[in-house]
Structures are given as structure tokens and as C-alpha cells.
């Protein structure tokens, strides 16, 4: 992979530049070539859209503000049949809302989530973590989950399976101090920690939910005229141009 990338000419960088800094900058100092960080790089979410057909939509529009726990665990991997059984029950004895994307376990999930909780097969994922109902994400720690997540502005619970997933979970927990790691997968520990993170009154809950706000905000500064990911985009694409103009030069 290194010897691939030194033949590059530019790296566009999926992220942020405030939210990781420390890794942008180490990767400008290994290479000579440029690096835009162009991030979050999610979908424009067009705000006022009809909910009809999307009963999940309609469920959360019903549902208290910040009330709600998203939970996802991605589309590939996922928790075994015994850990999904001790995550169902655990969020049931927990007494909060919850919205639960279980692809092929939804029918077994569903008979054991009790009545607080919705389980869905899909959802749209970044139209449910807009929602004002929703407080909290339970996620694997996909990159593209974590971006939009940030980008709506909700801590975590963190629940990584493999690669990726757990240094993207420590930049979470650790680095931006915006969720909590699932480690004890039992039913009780699984209620006691979801109660505590959903609690609006809880200090270390509270103290979260504001710097997962902070992180949003400097997610849409950055994309706004000026910004560092602004910026970067149309760096890169005036050194796309001068490429091209060299290349043209060269072929005649």
C-alpha cells in the first residue's frame, strides 16, 4: 500500500482536519505531495422532507426530544445470536426508547425488545440521526457512521467487531471524548450503561452531549466559505487543473 501511494500525486482525505489533526499532519510530513482533507464528505440532508412510508420517521417524530437510541451494527458484520439476545434484553430492562437497525435478526429482536423499542431491517441512517428525538448512537464504528454521527452531533456508545472499527472507536472515546465503549456485554451491565448515557442529567452524559455539539459545529464551519475543508476542495481542484493543463502542454 505504501509503494502504491508514494506514486501519488495528491491524497484526498476523508475527514476533517480539526478532528484529526494529529494524523493529517503526520501523513503531509511522510509525503511530499499534497493532502486535502475534504470531510465529512456526507450526503446534503434536505431538511423538511415528507416522512409518509417511513414509519420509523413517523415513530420518532412522536417520540420526546434526545430520547431516543439509535442502534446499528453496520451492514457486514454483527454481534453473535447470544450477544444480540443479551443487547435486546439489556436495552429492554433499560427502560429507554430505542431504534434498532437488525437487518437479518429483526424478527428474532423484535419479539424480545419489549415495548419502548422499534427494530427496523433499514433505515435512513443520517435522516434518524438528524431527528431532535434522537440522543445517542450505538454503533459498530464504521468510518462512514462515525462521520455521521459526528456530523449530527450525537455522542456514542461505541461497539467495534474488527479493522478499522477499533482505532475509529478510540478516536471516539479517547481522542474526542464524545461516547463510551461498550466492554460488558451482559444484560445488566448493558441496561446500567445505557441508562446512565441516555440520563440528561446525568454529569458525564451532559458533559458529552456538549462536545459532541462543539464537534458538529466544527464540522460545519469547515464546510462553510473559508473553512479548512472548503478550502481544501477548491485546492484540489485548481491542482486537478493544473495537471491537466500541464498534460496538455505535454501532448502538444
Not at 472499527?165 to 441496561?191: F, H, Y
Request: with cysteine; proline share 4%.
Amino acid at each position: 500500500m505504501l509503494t502504491w501511494v508514494t506514486k501519488a500525486q495528491c491524497i484526498l482525505f476523508p475527514s476533517v482536519y480539526e478532528l484529526e489533526r494529529q494524523a493529517i499532519d503526520a501523513l503531509k510530513a511522510e509525503f511530499s505531495f499534497p493532502i486535502y482533507s475534504i470531510g465529512p464528505a456526507i450526503p446534503c440532508l434536505k431538511r423538511g422532507r415528507a416522512n409518509a412510508g417511513m414509519d420509523y420517521m413517523q415513530w420518532l417524530d412522536k417520540q420526546p426530544g434526545d430520547s431516543v437510541l439509535y442502534v446499528s451494527h453496520g451492514s457486514f458484520l454483527s454481534a453473535s445470536g447470544e450477544e444480540m439476545d443479551e443487547l435486546a434484553a439489556g436495552l429492554r430492562e433499560s427502560q429507554v426508547r430505542f431504534l434498532w437497525v437488525a437487518r437479518e435478526e429483526s424478527p428474532r429482536v423484535k419479539e424480545s425488545s419489549g415495548e419502548l423499542g422499534m427494530v427496523v431491517p433499514w433505515c435512513d441512517q443520517l435522516k434518524v440521526l438528524s431527528h431532535t428525538s434522537v440522543g445517542g448512537f450505538w454503533t459498530h464504528c464504521g468510518w462512514n457512521s462515525i462521520k455521521e454521527g459526528i456530523s449530527s452531533g450525537v455522542p456514542f456508545l461505541t461497539f467495534p467487531f474488527v479493522m478499522d472499527q477499533i482505532p475509529n472507536s478510540k478516536l471516539v472515546v479517547e481522542d474526542c471524548k464524545i461516547g463510551w465503549r461498550v466492554r460488558d456485554k451482559t444484560r445488566q451491565s448493558i441496561a446500567d450503561l445505557v441508562c446512565r448515557f441516555m440520563d440528561p442529567q446525568n454529569v458525564e452524559s451532559k458533559e458529552m452531549r456538549r462536545r459532541a455539539k462543539q464537534l458538529q459545529e466544527i464540522c460545519q464551519i469547515s464546510g462553510r466559505e473559508g473553512g479548512s475543508s472548503e478550502t481544501n476542495t477548491n485546492a484540489f481542484i485548481d491542482h486537478i487543473f493544473k495537471i491537466s493543463q500541464q498534460g496538455c502542454r505535454i501532448g502538444l
